[in-house]
């Protein structure tokens, strides 16, 4: 299991009211859609990637989660984001699910992206941006 500090950015997260399933924890929903949000916020804020009108987009290929301690409303939780592989149109990041001050995951997980042209869905090299932004996230990264 990894920690905290094994991830170099954190991305924090507003559970909501309507997050809550039946059985009284966050519904295991929303973990993928907590981390495709930190994913896509730290390709925004850092790789210039453009969601709506630039050429090349990340499409979802394979998502995975572990769940090993519940998350309930009202929490703010921090998603920790980290680069496992860099490839030439492709990106596997780790994510982990950390709550206020604990320092091992209430979940972890595993996200890949798929790098295409917005038009053509064929894979496209990633741009220089974005490639040097998610390069910060690999472990030796700068």
Same mark, same amino acid.
């Given at each position: 299991m990894s920690s905290r500090h094994d991830y170099p950015h954190h991305h924090p997260v507003a559970t909501r009211w309507a997050d809550n399933d039946v059985y009284g924890h966050v519904n295991n929903v929303e973990y993928y859609?907590?981390?495709?949000?930190?994913?896509?916020?730290?390709?925004?804020?850092?790789? /210039?990637l453009d969601i709506h009108g630039g050429e090349t987009i990340g499409l979802c290929v394979e998502s995975h989660c572990s769940y090993n301690a519940a998350v309930v409303f009202p929490e703010v939780v921090e998603v920790g984001l980290r680069v496992a592989k860099l490839g030439r149109s492709s990106v596997r990041y780790e994510l982990g699910i950390f709550r206020a001050e604990a320092q091992e995951p209430a979940a972890e997980g595993w996200f890949v992206h798929v790098f295409v042209g917005r /038009?053509? $869905? $064929? +894979?496209?090299?990633? +741009?220089d941006a974005l490639r040097a932004a998610l390069a910060r996230l690999e472990p030796d990264g700068a």
């Open positions: 859609a907590w981390f495709d949000t930190a994913i896509n916020a730290y390709l925004i804020e850092y790789g /210039e /038009e053509d $869905r $064929r +894979p496209r090299a990633l +741009p």
